[in-house]
């Protein structure tokens, strides 16, 4: 062996060893201890960060603004990401607004001012919006389902309460609703409750005006003459036969000893006379 090669071999595992103990020490003092360089075990996951680095060297990027950059920085990194010029040129051609539910421009108009001002481009702007109507329309079925769940649920309960009257109450009911609110019965029978149900379809406003109804229809008849001109005998059937299904009616018609039989027998009489044109009275006066 030659003295050249013993050199060699021999200073071959002090180099190992020393990069292995820290690849920076041959560097100068001033990036020796830098923390970038921390993340690097060694010489070589430094070049290949530096060759990747180099292939991105020319590409067009955007920096995001530092923490205490100012609005005007703020809104060139938003036009830099492709925010329109104004809230109002948002492309929307083609967004489907909620099909059935009324839908407020004004409301439209805000959100897409907010969305402007958080630098929203035109496709998160439209994602929103379409996340949103989405989800109104969901509600908005669900509501109507809901309604229409708690329509059929009365229904059926006052279907069951008055048997064959029911139709007779209903139209009294309805006679009561529109005397009391005149042009605007449409709008308070539709105002919605906390269930989802219309004010005017709720089992108990509906009991409710049917005995208004009754009671209008009694206080149109004085001293047992009917008062209102041109009563129909169709009229005065149905409100007898709705009068017939109601309970407290039937005990005061039945009782003899009930402190409004009499009263409740000339009702009926009254009606009775009004609908078929005879005194039908029953026989437990």
Do not use: C
């Amino acid at each position: 062996m030659t003295m050249t090669e013993t050199q060699i071999d021999a200073s071959t595992p002090v180099i190992a060893a020393e990069a292995d103990e820290g690849w920076r020490t041959g560097l100068p003092e001033e990036y020796r201890d830098h923390p970038v360089l921390e993340r690097f075990d060694d010489l070589e996951a430094l070049a290949r960060e530096h060759v990747n680095l180099q292939k991105l060297i020319g590409r067009k990027g955007v920096v995001p603004p530092a923490a205490d950059a100012d609005d005007a920085e703020h809104a060139r990194f938003y036009d830099a990401l492709g925010r329109p010029e104004s809230p109002d040129a948002y492309d929307l051609d083609g967004l489907e607004r909620p099909d059935g539910l009324p839908w407020d421009d004004d409301f439209e108009k805000q959100m897409l001012a907010r969305m402007h001002a958080s630098g929203l481009n035109d496709g998160q702007a439209r994602a929103l919006l379409e996340g949103y109507i989405e989800l109104q329309n969901t509600s908005w079925q669900d509501a109507n389902a809901a309604q229409g769940r708690a329509l059929d649920a009365a229904e059926t309960g006052l279907r069951r309460e008055w048997g064959e009257s029911f139709d007779a109450q209903v139209d009294m009911a309805n006679r009561a609703f529109a005397a009391a609110f005149g042009e605007r019965v449409d709008d308070v029978r539709q105002l919605r409750l906390t269930n989802g149900q219309y004010l005017g379809d709720h089992p108990d406003m509906v009991r409710a005006f049917a005995k208004l109804g009754g009671l209008m229809g009694e206080a149109e008849f004085v001293g047992g003459k009917e008062a209102r001109i041109g009563r129909s005998s169709s009229e005065a059937r149905a409100q007898l036969s709705a009068l017939e299904a109601d309970p407290e009616f039937r005990a005061a018609l039945l009782d003899r000893a009930h402190p409004e039989h009499r009263q409740t027998v000339a009702r009926r009489s009254d009606l009775a006379r009004a609908a078929y044109g005879d005194d039908t009275e029953r026989s437990d006066e």
